[in-house]
């Protein structure tokens, strides 16, 4: 009786620890800026697009399930479309 109390006890500890903790996918923030901006990409000067300053843009280090809430601020004279 006493061994079957303790699993019990035991079992209702351990459901209790699973049913309080929970995990949510993180969510990762990013700004991001779009610019001209002179490149050098084989040694010759030429007008590119620029993010935060950078070519080529910023690296999005993440894993899989992680929620990617990207702001882009188009500092371009003509419209601007990021894909992948």
Avoid: K
Avoid at 25 to 41: A, E, H, L, Q, S
Avoid at 45 to 54: E, P, Y
């Amino acid at each position: 009786m006493r061994r079957n109390l303790a699993a019990l006890v035991l079992f209702c500890s351990t459901a209790a620890v699973f049913a309080i903790v929970g995990a949510d996918d993180p969510y990762r923030f990013f700004n991001w800026n779009v610019t001209y901006g002179d490149i050098y990409p084989l040694g010759v000067r030429q007008q590119g697009i620029l993010i935060n300053g950078q070519f080529p843009g910023p690296d999005i280090h993440s894993v899989t399930n992680d929620n990617l809430i990207i702001n882009v601020f188009n500092s371009l004279d003509e419209p601007f479309l990021i894909s992948w």
